[in-house]
């Protein structure tokens, strides 16, 4: 499927919405099954338990960069982060070690986050403004004629400034998980279990709690865009993705 909505312009394909499912079982509860079930030694052993486990979210990250055709600062560092765990993990760090990683990442993505306000595209705008789900045009349009279009970049600052806040809650959160249950030995077969655990708790303590604030930073900008330009957010869907009368 391919944009068409903006006549004399070449057509820009749509890229392929993400699975979410194959998103979860590649990152969460398969990585998770592996390292907690299989770190026995008569079954996999510590190592290559860990090795399996974080494997899948490394391959997963490499699919969806090469199905989707889109790199962006989430896959980079997500990425790193399972280049680190892998890496700690074989070279038998210590808990303290895998605390510190698990904080770091999400400070990282946060500082990551704000920098992009010093540019002309924050990065909530990338997040919530897809340009193939939203009709960029029509909105741009929409605020010029209304003149407020200064109100919607602080809008955007705001919100980029909310999902950097969900972050680093984010990083408390990995930080406290992994010194409550990394208690075992690095290198032994229930330490190797414990990251499998800390990888399933990882969905109900902290991703839940992130991703509702980042719903929160959405709903904040399209109820500003309603309440700026009049659009609402039927309106504002790209033509190939409306309802067909």
Known sequence: ?????????PA????KPENIWLNLACNVFLPGLIMSKLAAPERLGPVWALVAGVSLPLGYGIYDLVTRKKW???????LLSVGLTGGLGLAHASAMAF?????AVPCVLALGILATLRTSQP?????????SVVDLQKLNTALDEHGTKAQFEQLLRSCTWLVAASLLLSAVLNFVLARILLTSAPGTPEFTAALGRMNWWSWPV??????????????????????????DLEALMHPHHQKKK
């Open 72 to 78: 962006n600062l989430f896959s980079g560092v997500g």
């Open 99 to 103: 605390a510190i990683k698990e904080a």
């Open 1 to 9: 499927m391919t944009d068409t909505s903006a006549p004399g312009t």
């Open 123 to 131: 990065l909530v705008r990338e997040m919530v403004l897809n340009e």
């Open 206 to 231: 902290i991703t839940l709690p992130t991703m509702a604030i980042m719903i929160v930073a959405m709903v904040r900008v399209f109820r500003g865009i309603h309440r700026l330009t009049g659009l």
């Open 12 to 15: 820009r394909p749509v890229r």
